[in-house]
Every structure is written in C-alpha cells, then in structure tokens.
C-alpha cells in the first residue's frame, strides 16, 4: 500500500497534500492498557471460574450460550484489540492538506477542519512517536466511570469504534516533527 496514493485519491477539488504518514504498528501499549489488561484478565478468569464449570456440567442452553458471549467479549478485550489495533495501524493513513485532516483507509475516511485549536498532543517519552487527537465533543454516550465520552476512554485501544464513532486522532507516528511543522502551517492560513 503506497500511503501517498492512497491520501491522494481523497483529495478535494484545489486541495493541497502538506504531510502524510501512518501509525506505527509495532506501538501496541498505551498507558490506558495498564487498566484494560488487568480488567481482560480477571474479566477472562471470573468468566471461567463461574460460568464454565456451569456449562461443563450440561447447564441449561441459554447459560452455554451466555457463557459463549462473555468469553468471547473476554478473549477480545485480551488478545483480539491488539489484532484489531495492528490491522488499523496498516491499513489506515493519515494526512494533512491545506484545508482538513483526514484518516482514510480507502473504504471509509474521518476528518476535520485543519484550523481547529482543540487538538491535544502527546509526545512518547523519547519523542519517537507522536500523537494529535481532536476533541469530539460530548457524544452522550456514558461509560465507565461515569465519562460522557466513551470515545476518549477507549481510543487507540482496539477498542474504539465500539461505543460511538472513533474520534479523528493521528496516533503514534514516527515521524512527528513532520507532522507538526504540516499541522501548524495549515493552522496558521
């Protein structure tokens, strides 16, 4: 996959390519992982100690059924996001122009005015990769915790897109300075 070719075919009449880049694939961990896993984990091991042996014991169906579910959410929330994160950071460009910013993976793009101030970015400790997420706004969907937005708990976990649409974020880019330096000389038209 050619990321440039890719950014290109969605450009706009008179839209100008300043940067395009895509995440790292081999950044997996964020820092909200140190409460996810630990939650798949017991999440994965309450499923089996409880509900398991019910089944094993020719339960009634909709408790083999039940059981199914949950372990299948349990094994998703511990393995299967990161296969979901990895195929995301693939396939997925991002790209800064003129006038927006803009996440495409060819089939379906999120996106959002260039100018706009509400973006926050992270910096990875030795400043290899880079991070730029756009506020989404309050989309009224509560989660843990008592949040108005599930969005901002969930991204960059493999579980985004789950609880509302995903957020317009550029994550874990490696070449971050080039991304900036494009960021702020679109901002500043």
Known sequence: ???????????????????????????LLTGRDGFLIPF???WCGIVMFTMVPETVAE???FVLVLSSVFVLIGLHMLVGRFLV????????????????VFVTNGRSTRE???????????????????????ETGNSGARAFFGTNNAQAIYANTGLDGF???????????????????????ASAR
Do not use: I, N
């Open 1 to 27: 996959m050619d990321p440039r070719a890719l950014a290109s075919e969605q450009l706009r009449s008179g839209e100008r390519l300043l940067w395009v880049g895509q995440s790292d694939p081999r950044v």
């Open 40 to 42: 798949s984990l017991l």
């Open 59 to 61: 339960g009634p169906s």
């Open 85 to 100: 994160k990895r195929h995301r950071k693939r396939t997925e460009v991002y790209a800064v122009t003129d006038r927006r």
């Open 112 to 134: 959002t005015d260039v100018r706009r101030t509400d973006r926050s970015v992270h910096w990875s400790r030795g400043r290899d990769h880079c991070s730029v997420q756009w």
């Open 163 to 185: 609880f509302g649409p995903r957020s317009t974020a550029f994550w874990d880019v490696p070449d971050g300075q080039a991304m900036m330096s494009a960021l702020d000389e």
